[in-house]
């Protein structure tokens, strides 16, 4: 099992910036696949970003140019940096560990952002 512990979420401003942050452990780091994925009310999960256990990096288009997703594997922990903030990012934003080789994927509690205008 992973556990995942998830922060640095908050309220800003538009234009504004946050870094998130989310600390796994129960399974050796540099073996997961880890996202960040975001979800409004009423609407579906959808991908931020993502880094591979090899740093293959993808992000939504929505975040390009906007976002950094980062691993530290000897700290266990996945960042993501959120810059340009727009109330569109608005969100609960969830931590993703996967291995899909190994057959396990868990979820984050989730960290709200809010970005006003």
């Known amino acids: 099992q992973v556990q995942l512990v998830e922060s640095g979420g908050g309220l800003v401003q538009a234009g504004g910036s946050l870094r998130l942050s989310c600390a796994a452990s129960?399974?050796?780091?540099?073996?997961?696949?880890m996202g960040w994925y975001r979800q409004a009310p009423g609407k579906e999960r959808e991908l931020v970003a993502a880094?591979?256990?090899?740093?293959?990096?993808n992000y939504a288009d929505s975040v390009k140019g906007r976002f950094t997703i980062s691993r530290d594997n000897a700290k266990n922990t996945v960042y993501l940096l959120m810059n340009s903030l727009k109330p569109e990012d608005t969100d609960v934003y969830y931590c993703?560990?996967?291995?899909?080789?190994?057959?396990?994927?868990?979820w984050g509690q989730g960290t709200q952002v809010t970005v006003s205008s």
């Open positions: 993703n560990a996967r291995n899909s080789r190994l057959g396990f994927d868990y």
């Open positions: 129960g399974r050796p780091f540099n073996i997961i696949d």
């Open positions: 880094i591979t256990s090899a740093g293959w990096i």
